[in-house]
C-alpha cells in the first residue's frame, strides 16, 4: 500500500504510454491497434502536461498572482497535440474502413496474406 501512496501523475502517464505500447505491439486486430495508439498518445500528453508544474500553481486567469501562475505553455502545447492526436486516430478509422471494406478482414495476420497474394 505504500507503494500507491508513492505514486504521482507522472508515473501513471508512462504506465499509460506503456500499456498503449504493449497493446499496439501485441493485438491482432486492427481496431485495437488503433485504440492502443490512442492510448499511448494520450499518456504522453499528461505526462508532459503535468511535467514541471509546481505544487499549488494556479491556472493563469486574471486575479492570480504572477508567482502562483502556472506556465501556460504546456498546457498550450497539450492542446494543440490533443487536436493532432485526435486527427491521426481519424485518419487511421478512416484506413481502417477502407482496408477492411476492400479485403474483408480486420485481422492484421489474414490482411498481410492477402496483400502479399
Known amino acids: 500500500m505504500a507503494l500507491i ?5 507522472s508515473d501513471l502517464a508512462i504506465a499509460l504510454f506503456f500499456i498503449g ?3 499496439a505491439m501485441t493485438q491482432r486486430s486492427i481496431m485495437k491497434t488503433i485504440m492502443s ?3 499511448m498518445d494520450m499518456g504522453a500528453i499528461l505526462y ?3 511535467a514541471n508544474r509546481p505544487d ?3 491556472p493563469p486567469i486574471a486575479g492570480t498572482p504572477p508567482e502562483l501562475m502556472a506556465d501556460p505553455v504546456p498546457q498550450a502545447l497539450m492542446i494543440t497535440a490533443i487536436v493532432i492526436g485526435v486527427s491521426v486516430v481519424a485518419m487511421c478509422l478512416a484506413m481502417y474502413m477502407r482496408v477492411a471494406y476492400r479485403y474483408r478482414t480486420a485481422e492484421w495476420s489474414i490482411l498481410t496474406r492477402r ?3
Open 48 to 50: 508532459f502536461a503535468m
Open 56 to 58: 499549488g500553481a494556479r
Open 37 to 39: 495508439v490512442g492510448i
Open 115 to 117: 496483400v502479399e497474394k
Open 21 to 23: 505500447l504493449f497493446g
Open 5 to 9: 501512496n508513492t505514486l504521482g501523475i
